[in-house]
């Protein structure tokens, strides 16, 4: 596999351009793979494209592109000869020689318009054959205009033309001839109804100047116009299960079209048409419209799939979160995983205190039972890691024999593991940010640990500061109020003493920022 993308986009026109913008600005990787067989390419001018209008269809593509690349796009050349399915995504393959990944597909294949085989009419398609009077209406404004009738249609194509030029007529050829009604209508409105059938095209210097009839008779014109079996470029798509639909007007087919909802979206999940192959009537700008309108709502579609999978990993990670092997690999993943300093809280609540017998709850590399021990404390360190228990023990014999003497690490799964009864005169628990119930037990079992007269000091994450980003957005519901943990302790037995949130310095992502640190300080009576 070359590469992968979150759309690969097939076809690059107005409405595969729009959509891959779309895209590329909100920050997806998008692939835009371009056969350059556009339908206007005969064109010279895009018509009734707000603030385009007479650009050269080739300067509008390759305004496009540069607007999509600028954004981070990429667009190529070539064609893509097949897309498979594997698994949720598709795999795409252009040129028979590159093969990339796609979450999603938005396919722009646009159309291929049918001409009626009149010799020398091919040629002039698009330049002075045409077919659309709001793409060309006003270029050929009061000249002489020739109706081509193929269809059941083309009395209404002629009545129309008919409000650009009052020079219209109605080329009969083998088209069915207008009843007593269709008759009146057009004599009403001046057209002339032109017998017998077309054999040819006449063309002077380059410019349409007439058309011959079977019978040798020659009709003066400036302008041709056809109608065209308009037939989507489908072959990708109906690859994929898609079948193409007949369009209907008037209760006749003009055309086939692949169906598709409001925003673009098929029948087959992940796959999305914008512009011609799915609205065979539409302009450019209406197909631009169309991708832009295709590519927001695929890429909706991602941020739903993103978030599902989000979700996913996130419960995933919180089982996973608090077994002894998730916190074995976090502190192998590195050589160390915190500032080897004293929590700042501790240090607030604990200096020129009278020291004696401290709890150092998920202890961690032993910064906080290090420090507590340089001022005297005797301290029991417990974690559930045995590589940050290690670490511990290596800090405490840097610090000196007389500090290691003092402190004695416990390696145990704190969610489970139940302290003595009424044994310390300091219970420190700094930042155990748990699920709400594991963490209102666990707080219970601890304050159970504190001696007559000693303090219970917890310290957390304030919710308040799930907007300062990391873990703490992830993970709301695991952080607390110092007035939470106060409510569940008995007032009878303890005495609380401080409920703050405490703002400190940190930096996050590179920058400064605020937080606070929920802190609750309490004396057993």
Avoid: K
Avoid at 130 to 145: A, I, K, Q
Avoid at 197 to 209: C, I, K, N, Q, Y
Avoid at 252 to 258: A, E, K, T, Y
Wanted: hydrophobic share 45%; charged share 25%.
């Amino acid at each position: 596999m070359d590469d992968e993308y979150d759309v690969v986009v097939v076809g690059g026109g107005a409405a595969g351009l729009a959509g891959a913008l779309a895209l590329a600005r909100a920050r997806r990787s998008v692939l835009v793979v371009d056969a350059g067989a556009p339908r206007n390419a005969p064109a010279d001018r895009v018509h009734n494209y707000l603030g385009r209008e007479g650009t050269p269809p080739a300067e509008l593509t390759a305004t496009g592109r540069a607007e999509v690349t600028g954004h981070g796009g990429h667009v190529v050349d070539g064609r893509v000869e097949a897309v498979t399915r594997d698994g949720d995504d598709f795999v795409v393959d252009v040129d028979g020689d590159r093969r990339v990944r796609a979450r999603r597909l938005l396919v722009t294949t646009g159309l291929v318009d049918e001409l009626p085989q009149v010799p020398g009419l091919a040629p002039r398609w698009g330049r002075d054959v045409l077919h659309c009077p709001y793409c060309h209406g006003w270029e050929v404004r009061d000249r002489r205009v020739g109706v081509l009738a193929t269809g059941p249609l083309a009395v209404h194509q002629a009545l129309l033309w008919r409000q650009w030029s009052p020079h219209v007529v109605f080329l009969a050829h083998e088209g069915p001839a207008p009843d007593a009604e269709q008759a009146e209508r057009l004599a009403a409105r001046g057209i002339g109804v032109v017998p017998g059938a077309v054999s040819g095209v006449t063309v002077a210097e380059d410019r349409l100047t007439g058309v011959t009839l079977a019978s040798g008779a020659e009709v003066p014109l400036d302008a041709l116009v056809v109608a065209t079996a308009m037939t989507a470029r489908s072959a990708l798509l109906e690859s994929l299960g898609l079948v193409p639909q007949d369009v209907e007007m008037s209760g006749h087919v003009i055309g086939r079209r692949i169906a598709a909802d409001a925003t673009g979206a098929t029948d087959v999940a992940g796959v999305w048409v914008a512009g011609n192959v799915t609205d065979v009537s539409a302009q450019v700008i209406r197909a631009a419209g169309a991708g832009l309108t295709a590519g927001a709502a695929i890429n909706a579609d991602l941020v739903e799939e993103d978030t599902r999978r989000a979700v996913a990993a996130r419960r995933r990670q919180r089982e996973e979160m608090f077994t002894e092997a998730a916190w074995e690999e976090r502190y192998r993943s590195r050589a160390s995983m915190w500032s080897g300093r004293p929590n700042p809280q501790l240090v607030a609540e604990v200096a020129g205190t009278t020291p004696g017998r401290a709890l150092d709850v998920g202890s961690g590399e032993g910064a906080d039972a290090v420090w507590l021990a340089e001022q005297g404390w005797q301290v029991t360190g417990v974690d559930i890691s045995a590589t940050a228990l290690e670490r511990a023990a290596a800090h405490a014999r840097a610090a000196g024999a007389q500090v290691a003497d003092r402190i004695e690490f416990t390696h145990a799964d704190l969610l489970s593991w139940s302290p003595p009864v009424g044994a310390y005169d300091l219970v420190s628990a700094q930042f155990m940010q748990l699920p709400p119930e594991p963490r209102r037990e666990m707080f219970a079992r601890l304050a159970e640990a504190v001696a007559p007269g000693g303090r219970l000091l917890i310290v957390g994450h304030d919710p308040g500061d799930t907007h300062v980003g990391g873990h703490r957005a992830h993970y709301p519901e695991m952080m607390f109020t110092a007035e939470q943990v106060a409510a569940d302790l008995d007032p009878q037995r303890f005495e609380v003493l401080v409920t703050q949130s405490r703002p400190r310095s940190a930096v996050h992502d590179g920058r400064e920022v605020v937080i606070h640190d929920a802190v609750l300080v309490a004396r057993r009576r």
